[in-house]
Every structure is written in structure tokens, then in C-alpha cells.
């Protein structure tokens, strides 16, 4: 894996063919911790000569492979991202992941990074109504409860998007200042 010097990174976002920074490593580690950073997408810090997959540089800890229901391997991805599919229920505790690094391959509920997400926090709790019943608990709740996954599951969605809107914004004022010299603020 590669690891180069410079504090200068651009991340090339291979959906959309869109270039974020120049940003340092460590706005990068956030973005990946973030599951901002996809398999697929691509960074630079030699000023945009040449590119290279955001998991060959070992500061992004995209370390995981996921081995999905059909036999198709995810990633590498990072704990970030595992922890998103978990919450959107793209993916269960049950689903194999592999770690790249050490080439073990172990179940996502046997690693101690499961036991502490959000998602499995937030499944094991009771809620309180504030009406003298506990969320999850009863016939009655079934139908709150999966509004309330639904809607959680929606939120992420709609943070995901104002993330990228937010990048798009910042790299178009970004090139409006490196065309014109002054910030259009």
C-alpha cells in the first residue's frame, strides 16, 4: 500500500467525476471514517499528476472487505461504512468481513468495533415514549417502531446528501476564487 508525503490530497469522487480539495490527509482519514471515501474513488497529492485507489494509502484505514449475500466482495472498505450498512440495514451482524490486513476472515458480531455501533447501541436500547410504555415492547409498537427505522434510515440518507451538496458547494467556491482571485462571499 502507498503512502505518500504532502499535506496537499485531492479525492476524486468517481460517481460523479468530481475533485474535492486540496485538503490534508487528516480532512481525508475524517471523510473515510465518514464512508465518504468509496472503494472505487480515487486520491492524489501530487497535485493531480497521478492517482491512485483510496485504499492503497494505509492512513485511511479502509481495511475491510465485506462479504455480501451474493458472494460479491465489498470494499476494502472502512469501519466507518460498516457501521452506515449496518444502520441502513444494508448489511447484518451475520455478514462475513474480511480484514486485509491481518487476512482473517470472521463474522461482523465477533469484532469489537460491532459491539460499540451506533446501530447495535441504538437496537438494544428501550426508548421511552413518555407515556408510560417502552418502545419495543407489544404488538401495539410495531408499526412506530419501523416508522421510526424507516425515518432513521432516511436521515442518514438526507445527512449523506447535504455532505456531498456541502463538498460540491465548497469546491465550486473553491474554483470561482482560483478563477476570479477573490472569494464570492
Known amino acids: 500500500m502507498f503512502f505518500m508525503d504532502g499535506n496537499h490530497w485531492y479525492l476524486l469522487k468517481v460517481a460523479g467525476n468530481e475533485i474535492f480539495g486540496p485538503a490534508p490527509l487528516d480532512q481525508l482519514r475524517i471523510w473515510a471514517a465518514e464512508a465518504k471515501i468509496s472503494p472505487m474513488d480515487r486520491v492524489s497529492n501530487d497535485e493531480r499528476r497521478t492517482w491512485m485507489r483510496a485504499p492503497m494509502v494505509t492512513a485511511l484505514q479502509m481495511d475491510w472487505l465485506v462479504e455480501m449475500s451474493d ?97 460540491r458547494c465548497h469546491s465550486l467556491r473553491q474554483q470561482f476564487v482560483e478563477m476570479t482571485g477573490r472569494d464570492p462571499r
Open 71 to 167: 458472494n460479491f466482495l465489498y470494499g476494502p472498505t472502512s469501519v466507518g461504512t460498516l457501521q452506515e450498512f449496518l444502520a441502513t440495514g444494508e448489511i447484518d451482524e451475520n455478514v462475513s468481513v474480511i480484514n486485509t490486513l491481518e487476512g482473517t476472515k470472521t463474522r461482523l458480531s465477533e469484532l469489537p468495533f460491532f459491539k460499540a455501533s451506533p446501530h447495535r447501541v441504538r437496537g438494544t436500547q428501550e426508548i421511552s415514549l413518555g407515556y408510560g410504555e417502552e418502545f419495543g415492547t407489544g404488538e401495539a409498537n410495531a408499526n412506530l417502531k419501523q416508522r421510526c427505522l424507516w425515518l432513521e434510515k432516511q436521515v442518514m440518507e438526507l445527512q449523506r446528501e447535504v455532505g456531498a451538496w456541502s463538498e
